[in-house]
């Protein structure tokens, strides 16, 4: 068996190579900083909404209010998806949920008027549309599963609130609108992480968004991305009580067993989005009177410790799926709900990528045989 004699460095899982340059993001790892089109996440989290965040990505700059409310509007008219669409996740409807949206969206594309323009500005119109009706789609599809009636979007609520108000059927109080919309806000970028870079791969052969958003949904499901807030809360929930968090932990440890909502590619500290889910967490235990997924995730915290100085801290997903367990909403829809803070994320890396577009094509070495000998089917 011959091999190639010479071996080129390999980046596996591309760790380290740096594809291209950016304007939507910056994340400092060491420092533990993030930043959306230049503004801290900080800022963001306090003083921005949702609707805002996603003009910045879109757009690269902060909106004046008459911008911000023109595109609102837009957003708000377009959350609407096609009957025949809904009728699709009647078929699916008992698919997990990523299934159901990723199924959605690509069949959302047959209706879009739009699909086949690949285009920047058709490009930005289709982004548009698809934040404003992925939420429906979650919605929609978690309502059929339960055997109830989709509830049809409202234009006089934000988006955080629209989407509690479709999967609900009620209107939702302003706690949960706030953490809901805080979430989103926190998930709306972050680089060029796995589902990103999948959709820049898809649109880098001239594919267009919706193809994009089916690639990034369907890399974004796996538990080493978006499954983390999912797998923390099951593991909150076998834990079940503070006081049984030790042995549990120590165990785990002890087996060398990896703990989810925790580690990072990028950050070698705690993770910035995480402090503003710990506070949620926190206060809606506390108002809800179930004080106790708080107490099992900070007591986790605290016996993880020693994973730090190898750099593997909390991030973002800790805390995220005792949010969404407080507010009711369903553990199969943690993933969706990631999905649904990070469209405007994804739209913006799709339009980045389209701007200056490269195909997107690395190299693999080869390490099988060649040269074999074809042998006739029945003489093997
Ligand atoms: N618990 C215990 N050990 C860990 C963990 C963890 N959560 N994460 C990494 N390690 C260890 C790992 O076992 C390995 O140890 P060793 O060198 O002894 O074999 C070392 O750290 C390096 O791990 P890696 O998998 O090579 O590092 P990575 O950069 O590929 O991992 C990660 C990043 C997110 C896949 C990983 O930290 C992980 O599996 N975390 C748990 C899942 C999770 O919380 N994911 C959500 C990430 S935040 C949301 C998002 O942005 O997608």
């Known amino acids: 068996m011959s091999q190639p004699t010479s071996a080129p460095e390999i980046a596996r899982g591309l760790r380290g190579v740096v594809l ?17 089109r230049g503004y801290s996440i900080h800022d963001l989290a306090e003083y921005s909404t949702f609707e805002e965040v996603t003009y910045l990505l879109l757009y690269g700059r902060l909106p004046r209010r008459d911008e911000l409310e023109e595109m609102d509007r837009r957003l708000r008219q377009s959350r609407s998806v096609p009957a025949p669409v809904l009728d699709v996740l009647r078929v699916v409807q008992k698919a997990h949920p990523m299934d159901a949206l990723r199924t959605g969206v690509s069949a959302l594309a047959a209706f879009d008027p739009e699909t086949a ?3 920047l500005e058709a490009t930005l119109r289709k982004a548009e549309r698809l934040i404003a009706q992925v939420p ?9 599963r339960r055997g109830l009636e989709p509830v049809p979007p409202r234009e006089d609520l934000s988006h955080a609130a629209n989407f509690l108000y479709m999967l609900h059927g009620r209107e939702p109080d302003a706690e949960a609108v706030d953490a809901i919309d805080m979430d989103f806000i926190l998930h709306a970028e ?26 990034a949904i ?12 999912e797998a923390v809360m099951h593991m909150v929930e076998e834990i079940g009580d503070p006081s049984r968090v030790d042995e549990y932990i120590q165990r785990m440890l002890a087996e060398g067993r990896r703990i989810m909502g925790m580690g990072h590619r990028v950050y070698r500290v705690e993770d910035p989005r995480a402090r503003h889910m710990r506070e949620r967490a926190r206060a809606l235990g506390e108002r809800l009177g179930q004080p106790k997924w708080y107490q099992i995730l900070e007591r986790i915290a605290e016996l993880t410790a020693p994973l730090r100085s190898r750099g ?7 805390y995220a799926g005792s949010v969404y367990y407080l ?17 405007p994320g994804w739209c913006a890396h799709v339009l980045e990528q389209m701007q200056d577009n490269v195909l997107i094509r690395p190299l693999l070495q080869y390490s099988g045989p060649i040269d074999l000998e074809y042998v006739p089917i029945d003489q093997r």
């Open 136 to 144: 429906t789609l979650v919605a929609a599809h978690d309502r059929i």
């Open 190 to 215: 972050h680089g060029s992480n796995a589902s990103a870079f999948a959709a820049r791969v898809t649109v880098s052969t001239g594919s267009d968004i919706h193809s994009a958003i089916v690639s």
């Open 327 to 343: 507010l009711g909403i369903p553990e199969d829809l943690f993933i969706p709900m990631f999905a649904i803070g990070r469209m």
């Open 117 to 119: 323009d690949t285009s």
């Open 20 to 36: 291209d340059t950016t304007s939507t993001c910056h994340i400092d790892g060491e420092a533990g900083k993030l930043y959306y």
């Open 218 to 229: 369907g890399t974004l499901k796996g538990p080493l991305h978006g499954g983390a807030a």
């Open 312 to 318: 593997i801290s909390l991030n973002v997903d800790f």
